[in-house]
């Protein structure tokens, strides 16, 4: 069975937020002024699709001990894999990030405060080498 672990995207989010809003007020501006607008409404749609495919819904540790990172929309992107057994470190951060040492370099994962733990005792069940910083 899965394990999924809600994402926290943050401040990107809001940023992804303003840069559309911004958008939408340049074509109800163009539109205003009476030029033709279809171009616009083709950026803005190419727009959501790609903060929608660039914004990461969740992480799931599947059956085959992978650490999965699950996109909203997969279009322009393929979910990406993380082997347990490839990590050898975890360290907290902040409150809400968790960076993953792994054989050959590191990722930082951004998760929701409340699945932190939860995330880091299901990856050291899977694999009892992983070494957590602080720890002993």
Known sequence: MEKKYKA??????LFWGIALLFLLGFLFY???QGEIIWMDIFYISFGIIFILSTTIKEYVITELNF???RFVLRLFSK?????V???IGLQ??????????KVRG???????ESDMDALIAEL???NPRIRIAGED
Do not use: S, T, Y
């Open 8 to 13: 926290d995207n943050g401040l990107g989010n």
């Open 30 to 32: 163009r539109h205003r």
């Open 67 to 69: 650490l999965e990172i």
């Open 79 to 83: 979910n990406r894999r993380i082997a």
């Open 85 to 87: 057994g490839d990590i």
């Open 92 to 101: 907290k951060i902040k409150k809400n990030q968790l960076r993953i040492d």
């Open 106 to 112: 590191f990722e930082v994962l951004r998760v929701k």
């Open 124 to 126: 050291k069940d899977r």
